[in-house]
């Protein structure tokens, strides 16, 4: 079955506590995403990545990194998570030359108390 | 930068009838694509449906049908027979043409009433 698949859905974590939540897609994408989802204000992209070693910000980059070693695998870490990223984030994926992200993960629902 | 608004945060609808969601978008693109997503009490993000700029027939699929107007940047879902399972969060998104990121707009909460 085609899946985004994001671990772990539910994270409670203090301030300061370096944190990863992963990504994986089993569809050979090109591209994949992050997005965080806020109340009010939609989803925002934050990092997203074209291929393996290439990465790019997105909308809303600070304080988080990402990297792409295997075309598969896109972590998202938090070096020193504080409690405005607390937040409900979501990975996508989509093919190279595709219209748009038809792939999202099931969502990671971070508190940072 | 592009923008994508929704201005109904709420709607509801009577199952069985038909609802239309708005949105607007801002662009000086002559090149772009549009999209509805449906996000359901699950979280999950399903794509909906979407329309190329450069098409003028509008999209359709089974019951969601799209009203796109390109001069006035308005992109409106309809939504015909409206079924319990419809009630979600859907939100608009827009993308230029290439690797440029998605902007979506806040999301339009609807509700359906048996």
Redesign the interface.
Known sequence: EAQVTQNPRYLITVTGKKLTVTCSQNMNHE?M?W?RQDP??????IY?S?NVEVTDK??VPEGYKVSRKEKRNFPLILESPSPNQTS?Y?C?SRPRGG????F?G??TRLTVV | AQTVTQSQPEMSVQEAETVTLSCTYDTSESDYYLFWYKQPPSRQMILVIRQEAYKQQNATENRFSVNFQKAAKSFSLKISDSQLGDAAMYFCAYRNSGNTPLVFGKGTRLSVIA
């Open positions: 591209y995403s997005y009010g204000l939609g989803l925002r992209q997203y074209m997105g909308d409900l979501f996508a219209w748009t992200e038809a999202f099931q969502g």
